[in-house]
């Protein structure tokens, strides 16, 4: 028999999740303001205790209306923060899996893309790119699920195309972890990064330099291309940016790239000769 205690803490978890059901977009956006305020912070047994067993009902409603509505930009950040809430929780597997089982991480995704995006802020997207971390720090099958879902080439768009650093930072930081204890797709963050040298973003371009250093020594061998699009980077006049490209070039010398390297410098170093029709006096009639 379920005692009078249990029975209402049940009634008020179904009141409240009916009060969500009902409510329109400002009414739930007060009960989502409470829940950041209240919740923040717990653990996975805490949450369970607050919904009385039934913390997951309130979490595939965040996750339901997330992806039913992060086109419009509505309460974005806020049910953003109160996914986090779960998944950053202790013990909080569960909550994870439950998450990724209904497309979270795809949908975490498709927010990072600029195209028919004006409505979602920078702030949602980094809150974004935090859930994305919190996935990836998770464990190797997450990071794969990432890179499965074509993740490694959204994410590397957005650094480029973040107007904020301390955005670009954000991400610098998810692509560091998804180098790291990712072997089967460790060579498509490699890949990803050498993509982002010729950005118009300086920061991007040196969040990539540092990140590439890393990645060069995990994956040991080189890919053809870096050689030109370090080169390339040299010609910024970013002085914080060719302080990373000659860092990683001293390291790039140890590989098998190091003869082309050379060359390349070498080309770069030596001025252009002017055509022999141009170092001929003009004859004045």
Known sequence: MTSIKEQAAISRLLSFLQDWDNAGKAARSHILDNFIENNQGKTASELEQEFSQGASLFLVRLTTWLRLTYMTGSSLEKVLKSIGIFLTSVNSNRYLIEFLEVGGALTLLELLETLG???????????????????????????????????????????????SEETQEEVQVLLDSLLHGNPKYQNQVYK????????????????????????????????????DCVLNVLRTMHLEVQYE????????????????????????LTPPIPETSELQPKILS
């Open 117 to 163: 995006m004006e409505k979602i802020k920078e702030e949602d997207k980094k809150e974004s790119i935090r859930l994305l971390q919190v996935i990836a720090n998770s464990g190797r099958k997450y990071k794969e699920l990432i890179c499965e879902s074509y993740g490694v080439r959204s994410i590397a768009e957005f650094l480029a195309k973040s107007k």
């Open 245 to 268: 490209a000659i860092e990683l070039i001293k390291d790039l010398v140890n590989y098998d790239v190091c003869e082309a390297l050379l060359i390349g410098l070498v080309d770069l």
């Open 192 to 227: 990803g990064l050498i993509t982002l040298l010729p950005s118009v973003s300086p920061k991007a371009q040196q969040l990539a330099l540092q990140t590439l250093r890393c990645a060069q020594s995990i994956i040991g061998a080189t890919h053809p291309s870096i050689v």
